[in-house]
């Protein structure tokens, strides 16, 4: 089985910076699937944030946050970061890291097979 294990969310204030950093522990094969993150804010559902491929280099973002935040990724340590820069009140969420067993991105949340248990990033105006 795979874990995935979120770290680096708390509370900054509007227009400060975050990084979150998701290892994976377990099969090792995690380490060459794509990985992706998304959040969940309060009574909303769950959406698409950004996404890497099993080399790191293709990413994809969503619309509301391409600009400011940047994903990579570290196959040796198994480890994939989201640098959130210029932050928002609206960004303040529950974010989630995803791996897939797929070399390839996704947006689609139901493609993911493996979900680490959350962070919470809260941006104070």
Do not use: H
């Amino acid at each position: 089985q795979v874990q995935l294990v979120e770290s680096g969310g708390g509370l900054v204030q509007a227009g400060g910076s975050l990084r979150l950093s998701c290892t994976a522990s377990g099969r090792t094969f995690i380490s060459t699937g794509a990985m992706g993150w998304f959040r969940q804010a309060p009574g909303k559902e769950r959406e698409f944030v950004s996404n890497i491929n099993w080399s790191g280099g293709t990413t994809y973002y969503a619309d509301s946050v391409k600009g400011r935040f940047t994903v990579s990724r570290d196959n040796a340590k198994n480890t994939v970061y989201l640098q959130m820069n210029s932050l928002r009140p609206e960004d303040t969420a529950v974010y989630y890291c995803a791996g897939r067993k797929s070399l390839i991105g996704t947006i689609r949340a139901s493609e993911f097979d493996y979900w680490g248990q959350g962070t919470q990033v809260t941006v104070s105006s």
